[in-house]
């Protein structure tokens, strides 16, 4: 389908770039949710900050787009999904 943006109104441009940004946003969510759904609560769980070492931990929670991770020192981080690592996955 191709769409002739020159003839369409400033009117018609705003409603397909809300509808745009409404659909990049739904796909976002289904991938994140997806990812989220790889892990299970209470599964031991790792993930590396930039300029950091790994950090290990047990998942509590899943959030709308991040998971919440208790580390093995007590701290408490949300993490997005994509950045989890089975912990038997990664050598600390």
């Known amino acids: 389908m191709r769409i002739d943006l020159e003839k369409m109104s400033e009117q018609e441009l705003t409603d397909l770039n ?23 609560i209470g599964e031991r769980v790792a993930f590396k900050p930039e300029g950091d070492h790994w950090i290990t931990g047990v998942l509590t929670k899943y ?30």
């Open 18 to 40: 809300n509808r745009i940004v409404a659909r990049i946003k739904f796909l976002r969510g289904q991938r994140i949710h997806r990812e989220m759904l790889k892990f299970g």
């Open 63 to 92: 959030n709308r787009k991040t998971v919440t991770v208790i580390t093995d020192t007590g701290e408490r981080w949300n993490v997005a999904p994509g950045f989890l690592l089975r912990a038997s996955e990664v050598e600390t």
